[in-house]
């Protein structure tokens, strides 16, 4: 938990005071109630108080111009800075003023043009166009150079691009026939395989779907739904992908990594397909809900375990009245970091970069940069929490009742299914007794070689622990690492249970599991009769 | 450091290191210490040289001018400047002429402190910047210091060194301000070069003197708006302007510190608080365009107070003052419609 120390309207003469000193350093601990900081107004000196106790992260420096509002320092249950110092000048405008680079509206959308990084730049006071366009000038043997590299993704074998009538005989059989779009899914493998692609084992490809790319690589166990129309120039995706039905998806260049699952009806391409800059990369374990657009007029970048939640839109070219009468036109890419989350119906306009952990609510309308750890909202998105806000630090204390009362709701459907099913708080984890299936899921912060585990009355074992020292797993046991967000051992239908419950908090284990092994089907389940009345 | 500390400290100086001063005043003396505590404990460690004087500018004036004839060195205080003018028939008949009646036997080096200015709620006849009425009598200097002048230095100038009475202008908006002198050519965000002499011309710019669309003349209190403004104009529309501040307004004004900038920008503006008319901006545009009417380009821009009483009320107080709002939309709106 964190708290931050706000500057208090002190009297109604100064529009600003002064911090005079700091009575502990950065990393401190500090209790509640404890004197923070001397701040001094133009009558007097002024005391701060902590308001709870923490390890203390000092904003501001001593002898700074502070106002009412800045925040001036945090206190927080970890010792370590959770988050960039720099940031958090620009939350306080008074300080930003004194501390940080100074831009003119001009030069700050002028770097956002062309790519420039304001604080790259050594400027001396005040920033403004010509320095931007200068400074890029200087920059730009340099930026070439990086687009070249990054231009190519993956590394292609040059015998297997295929080059002949093959493919426009494809693009006709699209317009009327679908001939081979409706050949079995085998079957078109052997013809891809043939021309020089190459395809993983356990590849599907659905009926009515088809790939018209001049090389294809393809991983292992990855499913194209029905019809699915893939076109590219070239592309490589990971293994175990699933895509959903009617996805329309047309790039020049396509590089997703494994365990991408979408839903039905994507597209992605809309518009400026074929440019040198049209480019998709979404790294491993990423979601794609339905309905879901990705226009890649320029490169559009998705890190890892970034969800994509139903409806969101990303569009990365924005032009419609003519230039020549003032009006704008752009092309801007658009980058999404690990593990944010772009809520329903999210429109992103180009240019925006969200950063790492962030995340972006429900209709939003995003036009600016998303911080990593923040959340933002509305039409135009505006910062709710501010950067670094997330992940937060919590104890084992706190983690551990989450996970009992995930285990108590896992029991609770467990007991709807007609199962038997128990949780127990123990003095040292949490357990719960699956008694008809003979099965035990068992917490422990911490498991130890020599602790009673997977022996006994149970046949199979489950075990969720923040540090697992188990070195030889027997063959009933299954582990799933908080910390390594790993899973070992044996996983069949009662494992995925628990992983099933915990994928609905957001806990996620590598490899990422986007299908189950489910127990029962739900035409099996028991009317809940307790609903009627 | 803050001016009113500032000021506090070069007078104990003064007190200690020149017996010839003396501060008199209107309830300077401890426990009170002036109105704006300007001469706090000072009477504690000089009891004899600080010296509480009946409520009476005009018998105050008259006897600092004499002792100043007689080689000692006044500092007086005025309570407010729009007190000044029951001083005026000493200053103007009589202290200001003494060197010249009696064919250059005396001087009368009595220098005078008073706050102007408003922003305070103080109404009519405790907030009015009243410069206009002191520039212009020859034998009187008149003084207004900025945030960036250096208050120690000027006082030690002028209060050993001048020969004739000087009337220094403070701001009451400054008191609670912070000193802040430029380090080598630079503060806060600005680069500033200054003129050599006792009494410097601050020149002040957003990007090293480059390019500006305007030379914005200001003094004293009005420095902190108008380095607001110009700050915002240049984040908001990249408009640049340089910002003249004198600290000597005259007599006889001698605008040559305006010269080097206007030949970059080719436009005046002259902001100040007090009322527009018969001021020190109507002279300084009449000076500007006989001596350097081939340098401006376009019309001068004045920004000034209404030709009105100022208001009790805060809300309208701020009608009629010149404020940083409307310094910004002036300053814009003058330079884009008119380039």
């Known amino acids: 938990m964190t708290h931050d120390i706000l500057v208090p309207r002190i009297n109604s003469n100064d529009d600003s005071y002064i911090l005079v000193e700091w009575e502990f350093s950065a990393g401190d601990f500090v209790k509640e109630g404890d004197v923070l900081c001397v701040i001094e107004t133009s009558k007097s000196t002024f005391e701060i108080h902590a308001e709870e106790s923490g390890y203390i992260h000092i904003f501001v420096h001593e002898h700074s111009k502070i106002k009412e509002g800045d925040a001036i320092c945090r206190l927080s249950k970890e010792k370590e800075m959770p988050l960039n110092e720099k940031f958090d000048l620009s939350r306080n405008p008074s300080l930003a003023s004194d501390k940080q680079i100074k831009a003119t509206k001009k030069a700050i959308e002028t770097a956002r043009d062309l790519g420039v990084d304001l604080g790259k730049m050594m400027g001396d006071g005040i920033i403004s166009q010509k320095d931007v366009e200068a400074f890029a000038q200087s920059q730009n043997v340099e930026d070439k150079k990086q687009q070249e590299v990054s231009f190519v993704t993956f590394k292609m074998d040059r015998d297997r691009i295929i080059n002949d009538e093959f493919l426009k005989e494809l693009l006709k059989d699209l317009g009327d026939r679908r001939e081979f779009a409706s050949l079995p899914s085998q079957k078109k493998i052997e013809i891809y395989r043939d021309k020089g692609a190459l395809i993983g084992e356990d590849v599907k490809f659905e009926r009515g779907s088809c790939i018209i790319s001049q090389f294809m690589d393809i991983g292992a166990g990855t499913v194209f739904g029905e019809n699915s129309v893939f076109q590219s120039k070239a592309m490589k995706i990971g293994r175990m992908c699933r895509f959903g039905d009617q996805l329309r998806v047309a790039s020049t260049l396509l590089d997703i990594g494994d365990l991408l699952f979408t839903d039905n009806g994507i597209k992605i391409g809309e518009g400026g397909e074929w440019g040198p800059e049209s480019i998709l990369k979404i790294g491993d374990s990423c979601f794609i809900g339905e309905e879901c657009m990705i226009n890649t007029s320029r490169t559009v970048t998705i890190g890892n375990e970034v969800c994509l939640a139903y409806g969101a839109k990303i569009f990365t070219h924005n032009f419609w009245q003519p230039v020549l009468d003032g009006y704008a036109a752009l092309f801007n890419p658009v980058k999404i970091n690990d593990g944010s989350v772009i809520g329903v119906n999210v429109v992103i306009m180009p240019g925006v970069e969200v950063g790492a952990g962030s995340s972006v609510l429900t209709n939003s309308l995003l036009a600016t940069n998303v911080p990593s750890g923040s959340v933002y909202a509305g039409i135009p998105a505006m910062m709710i929490k501010p950067a670094g806000s997330y992940p937060i630090n919590l104890s084992y204390d706190e983690r551990e009742k989450m996970i009992y009362k995930i285990f108590e709701s896992l029991a609770e459907d467990l007991s709807f299914k007609g199962d038997d099913a128990q949780v127990l708080q123990e003095k040292e984890g949490v357990k719960l007794i699956w008694r008809n299936e003979n099965t035990v899921f068992v917490y422990r912060r911490r498991l130890k070689s020599g602790d009673d585990l997977g022996a006994g009355a149970f046949k199979r074992w489950v075990l969720l622990t923040f540090e697992n020292v188990l070195e030889d797993l027997k063959d009933a046991i299954t582990v799933f690492d908080l910390s390594k967000k790993e899973v070992n051992g044996k996983q069949d239908e009662y494992s995925d249970e628990l992983r099933e419950a915990l994928r609905k908090r957001g806990i996620r284990f590598k490899p990422i599991l986007w299908r189950y092994k489910r127990r029962a089907q739900w035409i099996d389940l028991p009317m809940p009769l307790k609903f009627e009345k | ?339």
């Open chain 2, 1 to 339: 450091m803050y001016i009113s500390e500032a000021i506090n400290k070069v007078l104990f100086e003064l007190l200690t290191t020149n017996p010839e001063v003396y501060l008199m005043g209107e309830d300077i003396e401890s426990p009170y210490g002036g109105a704006f505590k300007i001469t706090k404990n000072l009477s504690e460690q000089f009891k004899s040289r600080v010296i509480n004087t009946p409520i009476s500018e005009s018998s105050l004036v008259g006897v600092a001018s004499g002792m100043a004839m007689r080689g000692l060195r006044p500092v007086l205080e005025i309570m407010f400047g729009d007190f000044m003018t029951l001083g005026m028939d000493q200053l103007v008949n009589h202290a200001s002429k003494f060197h010249y009646m009696y064919n250059g036997q005396v001087d009368v080096p009595m220098f005078i402190r008073t706050p102007m200015g408003g922003r305070r709620g103080y109404g009519p006849t405790h907030s009015q910047t009243l410069e206009k009425l002191l520039l212009g009598i020859p034998g009187i200097k008149v003084l207004a210091l900025s945030q960036r002048h250096s208050f120690h230095d000027i006082y030690i100038h002028a209060v050993t060194k001048e020969k004739c009475p000087v009337i220094l202008i403070e701001n009451k908006a400054l008191y609670s301000m912070r000193q802040e002198l430029p380090e080598n050519g630079r503060s806060g965000d600005f680069f500033i070069t200054e003129s050599a002499g006792p009494y410097p011309c601050l020149t002040l710019s957003l990007n090293n003197f480059v390019s500006a669309d305007a030379t914005v003349v200001t003094y004293g209190g009005m420095l902190p708006l108008v380095e607001k403004a110009a700050t915002q104009l240049c984040l908001d529309e990249e408009i640049f302007v340089e910002i003249v501040v004198p600290s000597l307004l005259g007599v006889p004004l001698d605008i040559n510190w305006v010269e080097a900038s206007l030949r970059r920008t080719g436009r005046l503006v002259i902001v100040e608080e007090g009322t527009q008319s018969f001021g020190f901006g109507s002279e300084v545009a009449a000076l500007a365009c006989s001596k350097y009417f081939k340098l401006l380009k376009y019309p001068v821009i004045r920004i000034a107070a209404a030709d009105s009483p100022i208001p009790c009320a805060r809300h309208l107080e701020n009608l009629v003052l010149p404020n940083e709002a409307n310094i910004y939309q002036e300053l814009k709106w003058g330079i884009l419609n008119d380039s």
